[in-house]
């Protein structure tokens, strides 16, 4: 079964340009969740998406912004982008939650922005 | 508000031997879930184990097992027989109603030969 893909691996943009991170879920997983993880730093939750809903979302500014696509792929957003946005951008799926209130995320290998 | 406390930033152990990563927790929520994760050099995170509020007893995966203290609000990991490949970073992390994980700050954890 594979497993959570990102693309692409590496981005490099400069400031106030446009960032688009993708994500495929797990099959049969309909949660995705988008989190940025700066160097050194713990992971921050940005966005969480399920059933092509914005269910949650982090404090970030809005020009952090997503979507989810019907066949549960996601991408994030990034506008007018800023130094301090360079980091790992990290995107993890999950099965709906059936009576439970939580399942476990399996998460992908990440996007690396870099802001020049 | 939901808050997750690792005080460690870095641990030494020794191999073969056992080690605990301490974690607490803050939230309103009487449901949660909590969860360690491992993140290697390379990056990608790897889920370890998963204690939900409301079970009886302490999680326990392989060489893993979550020493949780409810009325403490400690979820704290315990990792036995370390392993050279067990060196990286440790992430705990709670979730709650709404699915927004909060993550700690993580503990490098370096094992010796």
């Known amino acids: 079964e594979a497993g959570v893909t990102q693309s692409p691996t590496h981005l490099i943009k400069t400031r106030g340009q446009q960032a688009t991170l993708r994500c495929s879920p797990i099959?049969?997983?309909?949660?995705v969740y988008w989190y940025q993880q700066a160097l050194g730093l713990g992971l921050q939750f940005l966005l969480w998406y399920d059933e092509g809903e914005e269910r949650n979302r982090g404090n970030f500014p809005p020009r952090f912004s997503g979507r989810q696509f019907p066949n549960y792929s996601s991408e994030l957003n990034v506008n007018a982008l800023e130094l301090e946005d360079s980091a790992l951008y990290l995107c993890?799926?999950?099965?709906?939650?059936?009576?439970?209130?939580?399942?476990?995320?399996?998460f992908g290998p990440g996007t690396r922005l870099t802001v020049l | 508000a939901q808050k997750i406390t690792q005080t460690q930033p870095g641990m030494f152990v020794q191999e073969k031997e056992a080690v605990t990563l301490d974690c607490t927790y803050d939230?309103?929520?009487?449901?949660?879930?909590l969860f360690w994760y491992k993140q290697p050099s390379s990056g990608e995170m790897i889920f370890l184990i998963y204690q939900g509020s409301y079970d009886q007893q302490n999680a326990t995966e392989g060489r893993y097992s979550l020493n949780f203290q409810k009325a403490r609000k400690s979820a704290n990991l315990v990792i036995s027989a370390s392993q050279l490949g067990d060196s990286a970073m440790y992430f705990c992390?709670?979730?709650?109603?709404?699915?927004?994980?909060?993550f700690g700050a993580g503990t490098r954890l370096f094992v010796k030969a």
């Open positions: 099959s049969g997983h309909t949660s």
């Open positions: 992390a709670i979730g709650t109603g709404g699915f927004k994980t909060i």
């Open positions: 993890a799926s999950s099965s709906t939650v059936a009576g439970g209130i939580y399942n476990e995320q399996f």
């Open positions: 939230t309103s929520d009487p449901s949660y879930g």
